[in-house]
C-alpha cells in the first residue's frame, strides 16, 4: 500500500500563491504518472495536472499559466505551485499517483479556499 501525504492548503485572498505538496511512501521514481485533481464544492472532482515520468506535463484549461506542477524523485515528492488564485480555485486538492503495473492510489486531499 502506497500513502500520499498533501500540505500546503490553506487559505489566501485572489491573486495569491501557494505551493502544494504531495510525499509518497513509495519511490516516485517508479511512477508513471503524478498528479493534482480537485474537487470544488458540490462539484465533480477535475484534473489539475499531471506529470509524466519523462517530466512531460499537461493540465486543465482553467489552471493553464497559473499553475506548474514539478516532481523530486530523491525526495519522493511532487509539488503544485499556485499563483494568481481565484475564487473559483477554492476545492479540495487530491494527489494521485499511477505507478507501473496500473496500481493507482489517492492522498487524503487539503483544502484551498481563496477569498474574493
Known amino acids: 500500500q502506497v500513502q500520499l501525504v498533501e500540505s500546503g492548503g490553506g487559505l489566501v485572498q485572489a491573486g495569491g500563491s501557494l505551493r502544494l505538496s504531495c510525499e509518497s511512501s513509495r519511490s516516485i521514481f517508479t511512477a508513471n504518472a503524478m498528479g493534482w485533481y480537485r474537487q470544488p464544492p458540490g462539484k465533480q472532482r477535475e484534473l489539475v495536472a499531471l506529470?509524466?515520468?519523462?517530466?512531460?506535463?499537461s493540465y486543465g484549461d482553467s489552471v493553464k499559466g497559473r499553475f506548474t506542477i514539478s516532481r523530486d524523485n530523491a525526495r519522493n515528492t511532487v509539488y503544485l505551485q499556485m499563483n494568481s488564485l481565484k475564487p473559483e480555485d477554492t476545492a479540495v486538492y487530491y494527489c494521485?499517483?499511477?505507478?507501473?503495473?496500473?496500481?493507482?492510489?489517492w492522498g487524503q486531499g487539503t483544502q484551498v479556499t481563496v477569498s474574493s
Open positions: 506529470i509524466g515520468a519523462s517530466g512531460t506535463t
Open positions: 494521485n499517483s499511477v505507478f507501473r503495473g496500473g496500481s493507482i492510489y
